[in-house]
């Protein structure tokens, strides 16, 4: 008798162990789409503010590019010289501010090189569009040119890029969500057996119980 209620006892010992089992699973698996949740919404969030917000930023600077060339080339032509210098003032003040914007986002080391390479274009074409507006040297023609082109090619690369890294962050999003899924499948099957092996413990350990009891009332 005492054997079988040993033997009873670790039976119920060994189905509140899968019980243990079962509840760590899901303790563990929920950690684990706790930390998928955040970091794909961070990917999420990324995705818009450095890259759908970015690639707006290059191309209001491609347009405000394209606008101050169109004046440069006006300027043999324009009776008001101080409207012209104005216009050209706006347009670049709203390229340092959009210059401004994009520096508070995240960019990779390719994308920094790039970003810095055109705010040094930037910079050195506000100085020979001031040398240029005051003597109209074709010299200073055609280093404008070169920074316009310099500075276009230097966005156009930037563009790229953002268009890189989304993908890359649409890939890593569904790498998380395929691994979050085969986890889930794992943890369904992982529960169906320990839930079977649990009934299996429960049918042995009550089949005990009414031969202890007829042994008694025989004694």
Known sequence: MNMKWVYAVQQKMRVALLLAVVLLLVFF?????????????DSFSSIY???LVVESYIYKLSDHLYQKQ???????QQDDRQKLVTQIAQHNQAIFRLIQEYEKTRLTTQESTFFENFKRNMKEMVALEYQFLNSQNTAE?????????????????????????GK????QSQRIIAGSSMLTQFEWGM????GL??????????????KVSQNHHLN
């Open 70 to 76: 169109l004046l440069m080339e006006q300027c043999s």
């Open 197 to 210: 092996m649990i009934q299996a413990l429960i049918f042995a350990s009550n089949s005990i119980v009414p």
């Open 191 to 194: 529960l169906i057996v320990i």
């Open 168 to 171: 890359n962050m649409t890939n």
């Open 141 to 165: 023609a055609s280093e404008l040119d070169i920074q316009f082109v310099t500075a276009t090619q230097n966005l156009n690369q930037l563009s790229s890029i953002q268009v890189e890294e």
């Open 49 to 51: 503010e450095d890259r």
């Open 29 to 41: 698996k929920s950690l684990f789409d706790r930390h998928n949740v955040t970091e794909l919404g």
